[in-house]
């Protein structure tokens, strides 16, 4: 069956940087691209951006432009999301979510940001 | 960005109810209109695609409806398990855009 597995929690300090990953399983996957997407604590989902599997080209929404980077181990069918120069801000559940219309989702990676 | 507003945030109901949860899209968004079901620490599960498509292997209780700016989720006869938050994504136009949740708990 099609999977989306994360990674496990983190604890940050802020400035430091954190990558996360998305491995997936149960389809091709270059076939579709994968999603991004951010939920900080009693907020609502915020679209980051998404990473075309096949090129390895990513898309960024306005938000997440700078310190935010969608890559591939495609040899791995994983996807990783680094965030840089952490901020408290950063401090939420990021998932990921299958293209497809957002058909399939990990479940999520708690981000804690704080010194 | 097309702005999605859901309601009600919070919706109290029993075992057997029939509850209705609503988002309403800025603008068109042509059908584009998904549904999910989020329990703590577990993935979002996409319920409902495209208005009224049932995803493969959850239970007919569960429908969509609506058109141009107004969607609807109904739940005809709740269950236990379905308590937990659900929440509507667009994905007519870039970027996709979420409703704010609703909470739904036991009466």
């Known amino acids: 069956q099609i999977q989306l597995v994360q990674s496990g929690p983190e604890l940050k300090k802020p400035g430091e940087s954190v990558k996360i990953s998305c491995k997936a399983s149960g389809y091709t996957f270059t076939d579709y691209a994968m999603h991004w997407v951010k939920q900080a604590p009693g907020k609502g989902l915020k679209w980051m951006g998404w990473i075309n599997t ?21 040899s ?3 996807a990783n999301l680094q965030i840089s120069n952490l901020k408290n801000e950063d401090t939420a559940t990021y998932f990921c979510a299958r293209e497809g219309a957002f058909d399939y989702w990990g479940q999520g990676v708690m981000v804690t940001v704080s010194s | 960005d097309i ?14 109810d029939r509850v209705t949860i609503n988002c309403k899209a800025s603008q068109n968004i042509n059908k584009y209109l998904n549904w999910y079901q989020q329990k703590l620490g577990e993935a979002p599960k ?4 495209n208005t009224n498509n049932l ?16 969607y ?36």
Not at chain 2, 75 to 81: C, F, G, K, V, Y
């Open chain 1, 54 to 74: 096949y090129t390895g080209k990513p898309t960024y929404a306005d938000d997440f432009k700078g310190r935010f980077v969608f890559s591939l181990e495609a």
């Open chain 1, 76 to 78: 791995a069918s994983t």
């Open chain 2, 3 to 16: 702005q999605m507003t859901q309601s009600p945030s919070f919706l109290s109901a029993s075992v057997g």
């Open chain 2, 46 to 49: 996409r319920l409902i695609y």
């Open chain 2, 55 to 70: 995803q493969t292997g959850i239970p007919s209780r569960f429908s969509g409806s609506g058109s141009g700016t107004d």
């Open chain 2, 72 to 107: 609807t989720l109904t739940i005809s006869s709740l269950q236990p398990e379905d308590f937990a938050t659900y929440f509507c994504l667009q994905h007519n136009s870039f970027p996709g855009t979420f409703g704010s949740g609703t909470k739904l708990e036991i009466k």
